[in-house]
T-cell receptor
Framework: EAAVTQSPRNKVAVTGGKVTLSCNQT?????MYWYRQDTGHGLRLIHY???????EKGDIPDGYKASRPSQENFSLILELATPSQTSVYFC????????????FGEGSRLIVV | QQKVQQSPESLIVPEGGMASLNCTSS?????YFWWYRQHSGKSPKMLM?????GEKEEGRFTVHLNKASLHTSLHIRDSQPSDSALYLC???????????FGQGTKLSIKP
């Protein structure tokens, strides 16, 4: 099974501060994704990537940037964190076809105070 | 308005009973559907996928798909306490690799 690791697993940030969530996958998948999960909303897509150097906006990109410097790594950046960004963030990877199964990391819990 | 809608929001089923979960997409471009299961405090894991009209069975789990109505359903027979989890439906289209998820159905199995 694909291995997707996220860091940090838990983070407390101050309002207005910068937060970087990192994700690494070891199965050479083309696609990587960032989702956030809040009660009642399931998983909402923030940004995704088709490969190194590419980033695409998902359904809720406002307030977030993404970076894909290599096949293995995909970061989510909150330049000016706000309390509304308190959530659990999941990174996932997939082969990149329409039928691809996603493999998720264990999640990063972010609290913005 | 989410493009993938699930019902019910929550469901309580006695142990040994049948659980039925529903999911509909409002995006006509959707081609493929998945069901993911997420136990409390854990990450989602793919449970079943279905890409063609009809039915697919794996052990106690059965999924149905009607592409004309963009509706899929998941049925769990002989439900076990370990089936208690959040069940997430997801859909994607042929061209893109991105999955759009519904809000989930919280299933509780009562011993």
């Amino acid at each position: 099974e694909a291995a997707v690791t996220q860091s940090p697993r838990n983070k407390v940030a101050v309002t207005g501060g910068k937060v970087t969530l990192s994700c690494n996958q070891t199965n050479n998948h083309n696609n990587m994704y960032w989702y956030r999960q809040d009660t009642g909303h399931g998983l909402r897509l923030i940004h995704y990537s088709y490969g190194a150097g590419s980033t695409e906006k998902g359904d809720i990109p406002d307030g977030y940037k993404a970076s894909r410097p290599s096949q293995e790594n995909f970061s989510l950046i909150l330049e000016l964190a706000t309390p509304s960004q308190t959530s659990v963030y999941f990174c996932a990877s997939g082969e990149g076809t329409g039928r691809n199964t996603l493999y998720f990391g264990e999640g990063s819990r972010l609290i913005v105070v | 308005q989410q493009k993938v809608q699930q019902s019910p929001e929550s469901l309580i089923v006695p142990e040994g009973g049948m659980a039925s979960l529903n999911c509909t997409s409002s995006d006509r471009n959707v081609d493929y559907f998945w069901w993911y299961r997420q136990h409390s405090g854990k990450s989602p894991k793919m449970l079943m996928s279905i890409f063609s009209n009809g039915e697919k069975e794996e052990g106690r789990f059965t999924v149905h798909l009607n592409k004309a109505s963009l509706h899929t359903s998941l049925h769990i027979r002989d439900s076990q306490p370990s089936d208690s989890a959040l069940y997430l439906c997801a859909a994607s289209d042929y061209n893109q690799g991105k999955l759009i998820f519904g809000q989930g159905t919280k299933l509780s199995i009562k011993p």
